[in-house]
């Protein structure tokens, strides 16, 4: 069994044999002592520095000499301080009766660690077992058929029932069934078929927790709220066995009860019992007591979460919807709206409370009309709790992930907003800046989300777009998507000069007394006024490219190698080579 807890560090001169020794004598975190830390490798041979080491850890056993894991006196010592140190001695040590028994004395599952004529031995399993129950399942195959062994195992540990020999059949001998359900009520899952159907065990089973102690439903754990699972078909239907198992193991215990006991389920004064303990289990009564008033609303006070169970017309009570909503402790992804009636998710009022009760993370579960509303969605980033930004506005309405003012606000506390914004926003050179501005609270996640992203496909896409544009203009070489600013002064340089050349023809075909919406053709025609809103798309998108880029070397600055989130040169060789790829794959 290997340790990873942190070793003691010490100062002292490792080959000092009494500096060594002195040290050891002064640890109080004893299970944090590794030898290794405190003697040098020469030391570990020495008898008198191991026999202080494994007196204080036993599992420093390990890394000393195979001769001295051999040394009764060593091996002793290391045992009785740790029982697992057991593993690490000769082989001829793991047979010897005294130094297993000296580790089974200290816990019974020591005897996985003994020879196998050892684990095959009567007192020794005997005394394995007496410690602890369930080391039963290391002593040999004919001794866990042994009627006193698997009685004082039982006895110890009733889940130990587990590991006695099936050709036995001691689980179903009464008095070892008795000894097993009395210790652990866990144990009813391993006894005989013929004790699972009687009443009598079965009761004791559910009221008996790990040890012997009266279980109790309050701290009941899924391993006994489940003990019901265990009894025989007949008495999971019986009213006193599942009243009793909601008692003691709580109100889940009805999900073990068959849908067809109709009288059970549908027994107001079980549901009611039930739902009182776990709210949850008002999914397993019948749909009459789903519809039920008194027992719905005893449900949601005990779990909010339990409108999930109620009927269509509670889920569109405002006053039972509002109860539950109030009673949610740990609101963060519970999704409670979706519960709720269409009328009720379209109540804007309604919708406004709720998500300062559970979370504006419950936008995806209002109407259409409100995903579009700004108040709503505002008021839903408000109550965002420990929610991403992103998370809540990538159910808002289109409209609104478009909404600049909105967008801006989100992203400078969330830079994945980039990812779920409109597509006029993603190209927005301000708003690339805000995300790629690296600030210690904006997670690493978007410089390694990017390279799979539909955003860096879209951009890729509008590299194409552009790309194929400057070519049919010859402009293709001032394109260098290496240098962004380079092709981002280009633009201007090019926009400008068109912009020019634009004014100068539209002024000669006036001389000309050519009439103004004829000018305006004759402009479109010769391609100028297409020069002008490419060189504008360039610089805005190269505007971007520049902005994400200085955010990426940012983050390669701070000790990253990645090189994904660049569009590179290399997509540009291959445009180059397939003018006709249709898709955009290149590297980015």
């Given at each position: 069994?290997?340790?990873?807890?942190?070793?003691?560090?010490?100062?002292?001169?490792?080959?000092?044999?009494?500096?060594?020794?002195?040290?050891?004598?002064?640890?109080?975190?004893?299970?944090?002592?590794?030898?290794?830390?405190?003697?040098?490798?020469?030391?570990?041979?020495?008898?008198?520095?191991?026999l202080a080491s494994v007196s204080t850890n036993g599992l420093n056993l390990e890394h000393i000499s195979p001769g001295l894991r051999a040394d009764r006196e060593v091996v002793s010592l290391a045992v009785i301080s740790n029982w697992q140190a057991l593993q690490y001695c000769s082989e001829e040590l793991r047979a010897d009766f005294n130094i297993v028994k000296a580790a089974v004395e200290k816990d019974g599952r020591a005897l996985q660690f003994g020879s196998m004529e050892l684990r095959a031995d009567r007192e020794m399993v005997t005394a394995a077992v007496t410690k602890h129950g369930q080391a039963l399942r290391y002593g040999s195959d004919q001794l866990k058929g042994d009627r006193e062994i698997v009685k004082a195992a039982v006895k110890n540990d009733g889940l130990a029932l587990k590991f006695c020999s099936s050709e036995s059949q001691l689980n179903d001998d009464g008095e070892i069934v008795r000894l097993a359900v009395e210790n652990c009520g866990g144990a009813l899952e391993y006894v005989s078929e013929r004790f699972q159907n009687d009443k009598q065990t079965v009761l004791t089973a559910l009221r008996v927790s790990y040890g012997g102690q009266e279980q109790t439903a309050s701290?009941?754990?899924?391993?006994?709220?489940?003990?019901?699972?265990?009894?025989?078909?007949?008495?999971?239907?019986?009213?006193?066995?599942?009243?009793?198992?909601?008692?003691?193991?709580?109100?889940?215990?009805?999900?073990?009860?068959?849908?067809?006991?109709?009288?059970?389920?549908?027994?107001?004064?079980?549901?009611?019992?039930?739902?009182?303990?776990?709210?949850?289990?008002?999914?397993?009564?019948?749909?009459?007591?789903?519809?039920?008033r008194d027992i719905v609303w005893k449900a949601i006070k005990q779990n909010g979460m339990a409108l999930a169970f109620a009927s269509r017309a509670h889920q569109g009570d405002r006053e039972i919807v509002m109860a539950a909503l109030k009673q949610i402790n740990r609101p963060i992804f519970c999704g409670a709206l979706q519960y709720c009636s269409s009328e009720l998710q379209g109540d804007k009022a309604f919708v406004l409370e709720a998500f300062t009760l559970v979370g504006g993370f419950n936008l995806q579960f209002v109407s259409p009309l409100l995903k579009g509303d700004r108040e709503?969605?505002?008021?839903?980033?408000?109550?965002?709790?420990?929610?991403?930004?992103?998370?809540?506005?990538?159910?808002?309405?289109?409209?609104?992930?478009?909404?600049?003012?909105?967008?801006?606000?989100?992203?400078?506390?969330?830079?994945?907003?980039?990812?779920?914004?409109?597509?006029?926003?993603?190209?927005?050179?301000?708003?690339?800046?805000?995300?790629?501005?690296?600030?210690e609270d904006h997670d690493f996640d978007l410089y390694f989300d990017f390279k799979e992203s539909d955003l860096r496909r879209r951009y890729i896409q509008q590299v194409v777009k552009l790309h194929k544009d400057m070519v049919s203009r010859n402009k293709a070489q001032y394109l260098n998507l290496d240098d962004p600013d380079s092709t981002v002064f280009f633009a201007?340089?090019?926009?400008?000069?068109?912009?020019?050349?634009?004014?100068?023809?539209?002024?000669?075909?006036?001389?000309?007394?050519?009439?103004?919406?004829?000018?305006?053709?004759?402009?479109?025609?010769?391609?100028?006024?297409?020069?002008?809103?490419?060189a504008s798309k360039v610089i805005r998108f190269g505007s971007v490219l520049c902005q994400m880029k200085k955010g990426i070397l940012e983050f390669e600055d701070d000790g990253f190698d990645e090189n994904d989130g660049v569009i590179s040169s290399e997509m540009q060789e291959?445009?180059?080579?397939?003018?006709?790829?249709?898709?955009?794959e290149y590297a980015m």
């Amino acid at each position: 069994m290997a340790r990873k807890k942190k070793g003691l560090r010490f100062n002292h001169d490792k080959n000092d044999k009494q500096a060594i020794i002195a040290a050891i004598s002064q640890i109080t975190r004893k299970d944090c002592f590794d030898i290794r830390n405190a003697a040098s490798s020469a030391l570990l041979n020495d008898k008198e520095v191991v026999l202080a080491s494994v007196s204080t850890n036993g599992l420093n056993l390990e890394h000393i000499s195979p001769g001295l894991r051999a040394d009764r006196e060593v091996v002793s010592l290391a045992v009785i301080s740790n029982w697992q140190a057991l593993q690490y001695c000769s082989e001829e040590l793991r047979a010897d009766f005294n130094i297993v028994k000296a580790a089974v004395e200290k816990d019974g599952r020591a005897l996985q660690f003994g020879s196998m004529e050892l684990r095959a031995d009567r007192e020794m399993v005997t005394a394995a077992v007496t410690k602890h129950g369930q080391a039963l399942r290391y002593g040999s195959d004919q001794l866990k058929g042994d009627r006193e062994i698997v009685k004082a195992a039982v006895k110890n540990d009733g889940l130990a029932l587990k590991f006695c020999s099936s050709e036995s059949q001691l689980n179903d001998d009464g008095e070892i069934v008795r000894l097993a359900v009395e210790n652990c009520g866990g144990a009813l899952e391993y006894v005989s078929e013929r004790f699972q159907n009687d009443k009598q065990t079965v009761l004791t089973a559910l009221r008996v927790s790990y040890g012997g102690q009266e279980q109790t439903a309050s701290d009941s754990s899924y391993a006994f709220c489940s003990k019901l699972r265990h009894a025989s078909e007949e008495l999971k239907a019986d009213r006193e066995v599942v009243l009793t198992a909601i008692r003691y193991c709580g109100g889940l215990s009805l999900r073990y009860v068959p849908i067809s006991s109709n009288e059970v389920i549908a027994d107001r004064d079980v549901i009611s019992a039930a739902v009182q303990s776990d709210g949850s289990a008002l999914e397993y009564a019948a749909p009459q007591l789903r519809a039920d008033r008194d027992i719905v609303w005893k449900a949601i006070k005990q779990n909010g979460m339990a409108l999930a169970f109620a009927s269509r017309a509670h889920q569109g009570d405002r006053e039972i919807v509002m109860a539950a909503l109030k009673q949610i402790n740990r609101p963060i992804f519970c999704g409670a709206l979706q519960y709720c009636s269409s009328e009720l998710q379209g109540d804007k009022a309604f919708v406004l409370e709720a998500f300062t009760l559970v979370g504006g993370f419950n936008l995806q579960f209002v109407s259409p009309l409100l995903k579009g509303d700004r108040e709503v969605v505002e008021s839903a980033l408000q109550y965002r709790l420990h929610i991403r930004s992103s998370a809540i506005l990538s159910y808002a309405s289109e409209e609104l992930r478009g909404d600049r003012q909105l967008v801006r606000g989100a992203i400078a506390e969330d830079s994945k907003m980039l990812f779920i914004a409109s597509e006029e926003i993603q190209m927005d050179p301000d708003i690339v800046s805000l995300a790629w501005d690296f600030r210690e609270d904006h997670d690493f996640d978007l410089y390694f989300d990017f390279k799979e992203s539909d955003l860096r496909r879209r951009y890729i896409q509008q590299v194409v777009k552009l790309h194929k544009d400057m070519v049919s203009r010859n402009k293709a070489q001032y394109l260098n998507l290496d240098d962004p600013d380079s092709t981002v002064f280009f633009a201007g340089g090019w926009q400008a000069e068109s912009l020019e050349k634009k004014w100068m023809t539209g002024e000669v075909l006036k001389l000309k007394e050519i009439p103004e919406d004829l000018r305006s053709c004759l402009i479109a025609f010769i391609g100028i006024e297409e020069d002008i809103n490419v060189a504008s798309k360039v610089i805005r998108f190269g505007s971007v490219l520049c902005q994400m880029k200085k955010g990426i070397l940012e983050f390669e600055d701070d000790g990253f190698d990645e090189n994904d989130g660049v569009i590179s040169s290399e997509m540009q060789e291959k445009q180059r080579a397939d003018d006709s790829n249709k898709n955009g794959e290149y590297a980015m």
